[in-house]
């Protein structure tokens, strides 16, 4: 069992191979779905991002995400759990070319975790914050990161001993500091669990017109108490939830499709392109087509 003597070495060879898999700057997929690889060779705005659930290992660099008027920060050899999705304000605030923010992310399913929490027969965990939430990487948790990492070098071994590997992984989180909070959301009926249902609807159906009577129906609260509980997570009404989601997917479907504003608009639910328009410059600073010349040129520079 690897000890925190053994960090330093453990860190300097999983940024070894992060770097070899993530050669530049952005996000980087990986042959495991769900292991993703992110490199930022600079510190930039904060930027409206979404964040799915799952757990962020930071190897190198800094990162902070702003959810209402809390910032959480997120620092090298700290791992992030994200329990739910959340829509935050994300920024590099620590990378350079020579040492770039360097990260690798691993997703979790709720299912995954409740199955976990009855094999390894872990003790119930009493509701709580169910936010963003952040503790220092140990070093039996990067040595199986390390290993997720070697796996990807051989294909063949990856199909059969990743899902061994990342199991391991929320293991050592689910039996670390973080995992009251994860097993919060895992088990049973509980509200993190309810709440995450609302998400994971809104999340699904971010396109359609849904009502608050229907997602509190959903999470067994009154209106109000849905209401309540849900900006106390999220930092968001439900239903800006719903309109932030939909305009992050039509950037995405503006920037990577070129579909133009109004049919962006018309693909996530709005029906009138002048709201859309506004609503989108309220959230990003600039109207679509400003945004997205924006983002081009920063992506050629």
């Known amino acids: 069992m690897p000890t925190d003597d053994d960090l330093p070495t453990l860190r300097e060879r999983a940024i070894a191979l992060a770097l070899a898999r993530a050669p530049g700057d952005g996000l980087h997929e990986t042959p495991l779905p769900g292991l993703r690889l992110i490199r930022a060779s600079a510190p930039a705005l904060p930027v409206p991002a979404i964040y799915e659930p799952g757990l962020v290992l930071v190897l190198q660099g800094r990162k902070q995400?702003?959810?209402?008027?809390?910032?959480v920060q997120y620092d090298a050899m700290q791992c992030l759990l994200v329990p739910v999705t959340a829509l935050p304000r994300g920024q590099v605030v620590e990378a350079s070319p020579d040492k770039p923010y360097l990260c690798l992310r691993l997703s979790c399913e709720t299912q995954a975790l409740a199955e976990l929490l009855l094999d390894a027969d872990l003790p119930s965990a009493a509701e709580g914050d169910a936010g963003l939430q952040v503790a220092p990487v140990t070093a039996p948790l990067l040595e199986a990161a390390l290993r997720l990492l070697r796996l990807l070098d051989t294909p063949a071994d990856l199909k059969t001993l990743a899902p061994l590997v990342q199991r391991e992984?929320?293991?050592?989180?689910?039996t670390g500091p973080l995992g009251p909070r994860l097993r919060a959301l895992a088990q049973g009926d509980g509200v993190a669990r309810r709440l995450n249902?609302?998400?994971e609807q809104l999340t699904r159906r971010f396109a359609e017109p849904l009502s608050i009577d229907e997602l509190a129906s959903l999470a067994h609260m009154s209106p109000s108490t849905l209401h309540l509980r849900f900006k106390q997570l999220t930092a968001l009404s439900p239903l800006q939830f719903q309109k932030t989601l939909r305009l992050q997917h039509a950037r995405r479907l503006m920037l990577s499709d070129g579909l133009d504003a109004a049919s962006a608009a018309h693909r996530v639910g709005y029906e009138s392109p002048s709201q859309f328009s506004r609503e989108y410059r309220r959230l990003f600073g600039a109207p679509p087509r400003a945004d997205l010349a924006q983002m081009r040129e920063a992506a050629r520079a």
């Open 65 to 71: 995400a702003r959810q209402g008027d809390r910032v």
């Open 169 to 174: 992984i929320l293991y050592r989180v689910l």
């Open 197 to 199: 249902r609302v998400i």
